[in-house]
C-alpha cells in the first residue's frame, strides 16, 4: 500500500513521514511519496532535534549526508542566476561548476577509500559516470546545458520527454534525469539506496524525483532531502529555471526501530513538540 | 543563491582556481599548528564556500568533513599519493575541525615507512 505526504518544508515532510512509518507494524512502510513543495526550505527546530540525535549516537551529521548528494561546501556560489545572452555571468556559472565538479574528481581516489564507497559515490556517478575515475561523462553539465537550450529556445515545459526509469547515461536525452547505479551492478549488499533521479521540466519550474530503493529515515532521509534540494537550486541557478517540487520516492521506508530501539518514539515526540512550537502545522 | 534583478555593482573577482599543492609543498617540515595556518589558508584561497567561522570542540574552525578530504587530498598530491589516507580508517571526529585534519595529516607524513594511516 502506497503513501502520500505533501509538506511545505524539508523539516515538516521529513517528520510526517517518520511519523507515518513509526506508526505502521514493524516501522516499514512501502512506496511511502513524500513531496516537498519548497524544497530547500527548513524548521531550525526541527532540524536541531534530529541534529542532536544523530550526534548522540555517533551518525553522520545532517549535512554530511546531504555531501553525498551534492556537495555544497565545495561549491563556488558566484551568486548569479543563468540568464540568456549574460554572457559574463554565464562565464562565472561555468567557472562556479568547473571548481565545483573538478574539486570533487581531485577528491576522488581518497573518497573511495571510505567504507561503501568502493564503487563511487552518489555525485561522482553524476559528474563522472561511472563515478570511479575521472573523465566519466559528466551527467549534470549535460541537464544544464540542455535545460539552458531549453531556455534560450523559449521552452517551459517539454511535455515530450519520456521519464525513463533506467536512463542510459549516455542516452541522446539528457534531459531524463540522472542515473545514479549501474543496471548491471549485481551487489546483492552496500546497493546504493538512491537509484534515480529524475528531472522534469514543467510552466518554467524545474521537478525532481528521487527513487530510493530502501530510505533510512533517521540516518538518512533529512540530509538526503537537503542534499537534492541542493541539487535542484544548483540546477535552477545555472539554467534560469525556477525551483519546483521535489518528490522522494521511498520503495522501502524503515523507521530504524532495530538500531534505535524506543529511541524512536523519542525522537517522533521530540520532533513533533518543535514543530508544533515553531507554528507550522504538520497536515 | 538565486538573482533574477541584475546588479549594478562592480563584479566580484571570478571564483579562485583551485588550490596548488604548493600550499603543502613543505609539509613534511610543519609542525601540527603550522599545518592549522597552512590548511586555512589553502581552504580560504581554493575553497571559498568552506565555512570557517564556527568553532569545534578543540577551539579550531570546525569543518565539513568533506572539505578535510578536500585538504587531505591537496597534501597527497603535494607529496605524490592520491590515497593519503585509508578514510575507512580514519577517526572521523578527525575530519571535524581544522585541527583534527592537522593532526591526522602530520601523524600520516610522520608515519614509519609501509606503517597504514589510520
Same mark, same amino acid.
Given at each position: 500500500?502506497?503513501?502520500?505526504?505533501? #509538506?511545505?518544508?524539508?523539516?515538516?515532510?521529513?517528520?510526517?513521514?517518520?511519523?507515518?512509518?513509526?506508526?505502521?507494524?514493524?516501522?516499514?512502510?512501502?512506496?511511502?511519496?513524500?513531496?516537498?513543495?519548497?524544497?530547500?526550505?527548513?524548521?531550525?527546530?526541527? #532540524?536541531?532535534?534530529? /541534529?542532536?540525535?544523530?550526534?548522540?549516537?555517533?551518525?553522520?551529521?545532517?549535512? %554530511?549526508?546531504?555531501?553525498t548528494i551534492f556537495p555544497a561546501s565545495t561549491y563556488p556560489d558566484p551568486g548569479v542566476t543563468w540568464s540568456p545572452g549574460?554572457?559574463?555571468?554565464?562565464?562565472?556559472?561555468?567557472? /562556479?561548476?568547473?571548481?565545483?565538479?573538478?574539486?570533487?574528481?581531485?577528491?576522488?581516489?581518497?573518497?573511495? %577509500?571510505?567504507?561503501?564507497?568502493?564503487?563511487?559515490?552518489?555525485?561522482?556517478?553524476?559528474?563522472?559516470?561511472?563515478?570511479?575515475?575521472?573523465?566519466?561523462?559528466?551527467?549534470?553539465?549535460?541537464?544544464?546545458? #540542455?535545460?539552458?537550450?531549453?531556455?534560450?529556445?523559449?521552452? #517551459?515545459?517539454?511535455?515530450?520527454?519520456?521519464?525513463?526509469?533506467?536512463?542510459? /547515461?549516455?542516452?541522446?536525452?539528457?534531459?531524463?534525469?540522472?542515473?545514479?547505479? /549501474?543496471?548491471?551492478?549485481?551487489?546483492?549488499?552496500?546497493?546504493?539506496?538512491?537509484?534515480?533521479?529524475?528531472?522534469?521540466? =514543467?510552466?518554467?519550474?524545474?521537478?525532481?524525483?528521487?527513487? =530510493?530503493?530502501?530510505?533510512?529515515?533517521?540516518?538518512?532521509? =533529512?540530509?538526503?532531502?537537503?542534499?537534492?534540494?541542493?541539487?535542484?537550486e544548483f540546477l535552477c541557478q545555472q539554467s534560469g529555471f525556477a525551483l519546483g517540487e521535489l518528490v522522494v520516492h521511498a520503495t522501502m521506508a524503515d523507521d530504524q526501530r532495530s538500531s534505535y530501539g524506543r529511541k524512536v518514539s523519542d525522537l517522533v515526540d521530540a520532533a513533533g513538540k518543535a514543530l508544533a512550537s515553531s507554528g507550522v502545522s504538520s497536515s | 543563491m538565486k538573482s533574477d534583478v541584475p546588479s549594478g555593482a562592480p563584479a566580484p573577482p571570478p571564483a579562485a582556481p583551485p588550490s596548488s599543492s604548493a600550499s603543502f609543498a613543505n609539509v613534511r617540515d610543519r609542525s601540527v599548528a603550522e599545518l592549522e595556518g597552512d590548511i586555512v589558508a589553502a581552504l580560504r584561497a581554493a575553497q571559498p564556500a568552506c565555512p570557517l567561522d564556527q568553532p569545534g570542540p578543540d577551539g579550531t574552525p570546525a569543518i565539513p568533513s568533506l572539505q578535510a578530504v578536500w585538504v587531505l587530498s591537496q597534501v597527497g598530491a603535494a607529496v605524490g599519493t592520491a590515497k593519503l589516507v585509508s578514510l575507512s580508517r580514519v577517526d572521523k571526529e578527525e575530519l571535524r575541525t581544522i585541527r583534527g585534519v592537522a593532526r591526522l595529516v602530520h601523524r600520516t607524513i610522520h608515519a614509519p615507512a609501509g606503517a597504514v594511516a589510520s
Open positions: 500500500m502506497s503513501h502520500a505526504i505533501t #509538506r511545505s518544508t524539508i523539516s515538516d515532510a521529513w517528520f510526517a513521514s517518520l511519523e507515518r512509518c513509526h506508526a505502521a507494524p514493524g516501522g516499514r512502510v512501502v512506496h511511502l511519496v513524500t513531496t516537498v513543495e519548497q524544497p530547500g526550505s527548513e524548521i531550525a527546530e526541527v #532540524r536541531e532535534v534530529l /541534529a542532536k540525535a544523530l550526534a548522540d549516537e555517533g551518525a553522520q551529521s545532517i549535512d %554530511t549526508v546531504s555531501e549574460r554572457t559574463e555571468d554565464e562565464q562565472r556559472l561555468d567557472a /562556479a561548476a568547473e571548481a565545483l565538479y573538478s574539486s570533487y574528481v581531485d577528491m576522488l581516489p581518497l573518497l573511495l %577509500t571510505a567504507d561503501g564507497n568502493r564503487r563511487g559515490t552518489y555525485f561522482s556517478r553524476m559528474v563522472t559516470w561511472p563515478g570511479k575515475e575521472r573523465g566519466g561523462v559528466n551527467q549534470l553539465q549535460l541537464r544544464v546545458d #540542455r535545460l539552458r537550450s531549453e531556455h534560450r529556445n523559449g521552452h #517551459r515545459t517539454n511535455n515530450t520527454l519520456d521519464i525513463d526509469v533506467a536512463a542510459d /547515461a549516455t542516452d541522446d536525452e539528457p534531459l531524463r534525469g540522472v542515473q545514479v547505479y /549501474a543496471a548491471d551492478d549485481k551487489r546483492t549488499r552496500s546497493f546504493p539506496c538512491l537509484t534515480h533521479v529524475d528531472l522534469t521540466l =514543467y510552466a518554467g519550474r524545474l521537478h525532481a524525483v528521487a527513487v =530510493y530503493r530502501h530510505q533510512y529515515l533517521i540516518d538518512k532521509a =533529512y540530509g538526503n532531502l537537503v542534499g537534492l534540494s541542493r541539487l535542484m | -
